[in-house]
């Protein structure tokens, strides 16, 4: 097992979890389909590839990041892309195949922002098309589709085209899986770093999303983040006591792989020197990894999708977390009222940052604190001050 911080892990450097896929796999045999929603490196990309890797012989696994696309049109294209897959072409009716053919030997940059022509005929839009594709699918294996950074590419399509194309992009989705006959040979599954649930706060497709079964990537357990910390080390040469891994654990808190992996990937910098692990290097790992200013950032940058006054509130609630290590909720209200902002709409900026990964109120419901110490760390030193 490699030492990886920042790309997905796949194969032998992926630490088994195999609860969540186990859950995951549950839904996919139900005949409903998945909203997979956790924070920035968590690890649900790295999950859908092992999705892909373990149960890729039961299914025809379609794994497509749709990130970048900015449109609605863009969108389709990605997923069309990803359906050139040879598995999924080989079961189609000959009828689809042919059509499949026409539309891979097309480049897809040259298919029109309205659909796509074929010939003299009328061009078809991407809904009808991707919605045939499905009918036609005829292999024995269930279509599973992972559309990962699915609500980035929502949020993206509001921002650079118009909310009416987003909620129409979520309507059709749904109107897809209520499609009962698509709905028994594929299952989506759609991925985001940030809650579906606060980018439709704002509309009015709460309705569009609500049948999705809800699957969390939590943190590791204790146990499991202890076992994995001596993997690690081990299978990278490095010697690592008991009481440093529970050190490490102490400080990290919130055992999601990817802290681990950071801390593991300096010490193993210090190793290289002869410097052996103690509370003292695993003290200056962290303050090395604090000072990576990529690892952080994006926790900043993410509440430019609230509006100027919730965007200062969420900030100042996170600062004053960050100093004091814990708000009680009634503060919390009181602070809003400095930006006017009603109980109502306070309330769902704790609820969406709570959703989103930075704090949580689960020791007492009135006290919320950062799920992350490192992340406060980081935010009191380069936020707050
Ligand atoms: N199961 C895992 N085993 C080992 N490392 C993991 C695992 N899941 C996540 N990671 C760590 O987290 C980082 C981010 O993982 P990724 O799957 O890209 O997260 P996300 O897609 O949620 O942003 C990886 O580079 C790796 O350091
Ligand atoms: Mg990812």
Redesign the pocket.
Known sequence: ?AI??????RGK?????PFILEDIIEVIERGEHILLV??????????M??IMDTVGDEYVVIYVNTQAAHSESQFWEKLFDALMDEDFIATLQQRARNFWNTLSSLRLSEVGSDGIKFGDSEAIDYEKAFEMLLKSYDGDKKLVIMM?EFSQTIENIIQYENVEKAEKLLEVHRELRQNHKLSQKSAFVY?G?IGLESVVANMKSSKDINDLVNID?PPLEKGDAEK?ILHLCLSNGMKIEESDIKYILEKIEWL???Y???IIQELKRFDRRGVSISNQTIDDAIEKVLSYKKVFVHWLERLEIFKKEEKNFAKDVLNTISKEKSIVSTDLYNMANKYKLSDYDAQQIVHALKYDGYINNSDNEHIYRFNSPILRIWWYKNVAN
């Open positions: 097992m990886i911080a920042g790309q997905a892990v450097d992926y630490w088994d979890r956790a924070p920035r490196r968590v690890g649900k990309t790295s999950l590839y092992r990962d991925a770093s990537v994995f999601i792989p990817f681990i992996q950071l």
